[in-house]
């Protein structure tokens, strides 16, 4: 990495933030740069979220939620109806509180095929099947949405009211889609032919809406069809004749041993962006994160409880110095509290440690210092 663009973006960054914090004005005849929007500073949830998991989040300056939303866990038989209970409750939670849901489309129905990660193109039936959940999805959550129907005060007959719609326009199509753990075989290919027609579900019912690519791994360890890194996987992607017509944003997962790889992954997928005269669509980083348990030969995204923050500041003061060059429209956290029960670095990554309470660790605090947020309601 140029350590000179690295001190550049760490004196850029400082002022960014700041020209965030209150009070804080600029000498006469300075123009103030454009205020980062709440949105920006996202999060992943391992678990369901709570009414106390949304106030801290509101409070720590967090804007948005991603959260993944199966087909598998809403339609349990062929033909049978969707059943949203699950994810409305999600939802409410989030939009209850002014935090907007940015969900990644994924899954599949076990009645149809019984391995999670094989994409549902192979058959006319898998297509067309997989196109109907993704329809009723936007039209459930997005605008004039069912479910902002029926839970509108006076209206709601569960219990859940929200006062404030806040449907959702942007919607993310698959996840690692680069990666064997979440889809396999790994195809450049075989994800054009997922993204066209959930592209086409999506804008037949709300034809503003964004289609967010899947956000890509980093850099796998794996290769062939096991998986390929961000860069080389989104340049196959630009090869299929017209793909630019069916997304309208690229995503990023860059995991990394330390900050300066994470700007590499994040320099080399622009650069296929602009190489592809490509340089409209924004960039999200929709997962990147370090534990706070000290493991790195084992897991190299494990830091330590001190590394862990000073990682996530150093990846912040990058992200926010370069955040217009690199048209870059969120950044989301994984993830909010630990969790024991997924993979081998979720124990570790979460701003709080798992339990019911609000443990936090030094990460958080800097977090909110970076936001202009509270540690606590």
Request: with cysteine; net charge neutral.
């Amino acid at each position: 990495m140029d350590m000179r663009r690295t001190t550049i973006a760490i004196a850029l960054a400082a002022l960014v933030v700041a020209c965030l914090a209150p009070g804080v004005s600029l000498a006469a005849g300075k123009k103030a740069p454009k205020p980062v929007p709440r949105s920006f500073f996202g999060i992943v949830p391992q678990t369901m979220l709570t009414e106390e998991d949304v106030r801290y989040m509101r409070a720590g300056g967090i804007g948005s939620v991603r959260m993944g939303m199966g087909w598998e866990s809403v339609q349990a038989t062929r033909g049978g109806p969707f059943e949203w209970g699950s994810i409305d409750r999600e939802v409410a939670t989030a939009a209850s509180h002014g935090l907007r849901v940015l969900p990644f489309l994924t899954g599949v129905a076990p009645w149809l095929l019984s391995a999670p990660t094989t994409l549902p193109i192979d058959s006319a039936q898998a297509r067309e099947e997989w196109k109907a959940f993704v329809s009723a999805a936007v039209a459930r959550y997005g605008p004039n949405g069912t479910f902002w129907a029926e839970h509108a005060p006076g209206v709601a007959k569960d219990g859940i009211v929200i006062g404030k719609p806040l449907p959702i326009r942007t919607w993310q199509v698959w996840n690692e889609a680069n990666f064997f753990y979440f889809a396999y075989p790994v195809s450049p290919i075989r994800y054009a032919r997922l993204l066209k027609p959930t592209h086409n579900a999506i804008k037949s019912v709300d034809p503003g809406a964004k289609v967010l690519l899947s956000g890509l791994f980093g850099d796998p360890k794996e290769g062939g069809s096991h998986g390929r890194s961000s860069a080389d996987f989104l340049a196959a992607l630009y090869r299929v004749p017209g793909i630019e017509r069916y997304f309208d944003a690229v995503a990023l997962h860059p995991y990394a041993f330390h900050v300066d790889d994470l700007e590499e992954m994040v320099e080399d997928v622009r650069a296929v962006m602009l190489d592809n005269d490509d340089p409209d669509p924004p960039l999200y980083i929709t997962e990147m994160g370090w534990g706070s348990n000290y493991n790195p030969n084992t897991v190299a995204f494990e830091q330590g409880i001190q590394g862990q923050k000073r990682e996530l500041k150093g990846a912040y003061t990058y992200l926010l110095a370069n955040r217009l060059r690199l048209n870059l429209a969120a950044a989301y956290w994984f993830t909010w509290k630990d969790s024991s029960l997924y993979c081998s670095f979720c124990d570790s990554v979460g701003f709080f440690s798992e339990g019911s309470g609000y443990l936090a660790k030094p990460a958080w605090h800097a977090f909110v210092g970076i936001t202009g947020g509270r540690a606590q309601p």
